[in-house]
């Protein structure tokens, strides 16, 4: 890697022109370790776009740790509803909750400490100890690793542990470290506009003269594609129940089964959020939600058959799940009194601020309110 002067001359150049052409974020703005820590988890896997206005409506509502720690889950839930990733939200509200008990609500400054708290890994504490603290630790993640891997020319699958330690090793020898934070974020910035992962902009490049894949002609071959997981197909029905007033019924979030294969499906079905009534397909969708209500739901009103209404399906991707939801519209009576479940008029369902509820979830109510029926039954 660069040395002496070069490395010098390395870090002037890309430091100048982060600061020179950053984008304006809402997280760069502050130098506060909950605000750089939210933006953080919540950016994992997820666009900046879509991140900027739920980062500002949760921060809205939950100021501070103190206040994200004293919340209700099903609250922290309903600002992440939409999101994705339900993990990270629960995470979070449960390191708040450590470290308003253990270190006085200040997120803390040892990185050993940062990385015992839930959903906090290297790459994450490294990012927050530098930007909010000036702590001297390098961060390494896809765009990073991608840069690097540009920069040294490295052949060959990125996540292989050996290759990964090599590249945190450069990373290392990079930082700068009079501004580290604003360094992680540069090499970030880099990665994530210009050494894009497809036709790297390397005329625009403030660091051109140093990238040996570049140089070599190969930024447009490295890093090496991954051999991507194989996709797997998922299909779900839902019943959307309606009664005469226009409301639903959505069921809790469910408990996890301790059998972890068990938990992933549990997962992949509901999100464990709040949720109609859901089952996953082996064959023909409406007989066996039918088969679900009737057996599961509703004992207690009618073994009745029941009128399933198909509306348009909801499509959503996973990691490697390939998620096709069927909702179908079921117009009754009255709504089943189901133990912990609620009745809600469907129409709540539409806005971002109501319960939290998965996306799919959020599509099928959509769908069904836009249905003719569905808005004869509200009249
Ligand atoms: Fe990436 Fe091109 Fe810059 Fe190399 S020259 S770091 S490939 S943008």
Known sequence: MLKGRELGTFRQQLLAWFRQYQRDLPWRRTKDPYRIWLSEIMLQ?????AVVPYYERFLERFPDIHALAAAPQDEVLRLWSGLGYYSRARNLQRAAQEIVAKHGGI??????????????????AAAILSIAYGAKHAVLDGNVARVLARLRAVQGDLRDAKRWQSLQKSANALLDPQSPGDWNQAMMELGATLCAPQAPQCLLCPVAQFCQARKL????????RRKKRAT???ALAAAVLLDPRGHTLL???????????EHARVSV???KLWHFPTIAVRTDPAVELQAHLNDILLPSVTKLSLRLELLPAARHTVTHHAITLQPFRVSVTQLPRLPGAKTIPLSDLTSPSSLAISNLTRKAARAALASPAALSARA
């Open 251 to 261: 069921l809790p979030p469910p408990t996890l089964p301790k059998n972890k294969a």
């Open 232 to 234: 797997e197909k998922i």
């Open 107 to 124: 997120f803390p400054r040892a990185e050993k400490d940062a990385l015992k708290l839930p959903g906090i890994g290297s790459y994450t």
């Open 269 to 271: 079905l509901v999100s």
């Open 45 to 49: 896997q997820t666009r900046v776009a």
């Open 217 to 224: 002609g190969l930024a447009d071959l490295l890093p090496a």
